[in-house]
């Protein structure tokens, strides 16, 4: 069983910055992809960011020059650092783990590849 523990949302005021973390429990095998979700009240889910078992990245448009996914294999934790963050980032952050194999570029932000998720953090961006 693989328990995904997000933390490091928070509020922050527009142009500010955050850094999620991941931590990935029992997820001894890499699997392929580990990526970043979010949903706002009222909005469908969204991928952000994705990072596949070779290092390949994959964003957003809304995020692509702001946000930078990146992962620590040794410690199993996935890392988002949000930059010039806006208010329509604010939602609730998740992250998810894929088992098989996600294809890559656009595809990898579709949250039906993905078998593990976490709770969800919380950013908060005021203007």
């Known amino acids: 069983q693989v328990l995904l523990v997000e933390s490091g949302g928070g509020s922050v005021q527009a142009g500010g910055s955050l850094r999620l973390s991941c931590a990935a429990i029992?997820?001894?095998?890499?699997?392929?992809?580990m990526a970043w979700f979010r949903q706002a009240p009222g909005k469908e889910r969204e991928g952000v960011a994705a990072?596949?078992?070779?290092?390949?990245?994959t964003y957003a448009d809304s995020v692509k020059g702001r946000f930078t996914v990146s992962e620590d294999s040794a410690k199993n934790t996935l890392y988002l650092q949000m930059n010039s963050l806006k208010p329509e980032d604010t939602a609730m952050y998740y992250c998810a783990a894929a088992f098989l194999r996600v294809p890559s570029g656009l595809p990898a932000l579709r949250g039906a590849y993905y078998n593990y998720w976490g709770q969800g953090t919380q950013v908060t961006v005021s203007s």
């Open positions: 990072i596949d078992s070779n290092g390949i990245t």
């Open positions: 029992g997820y001894a095998y890499r699997g392929d992809s």
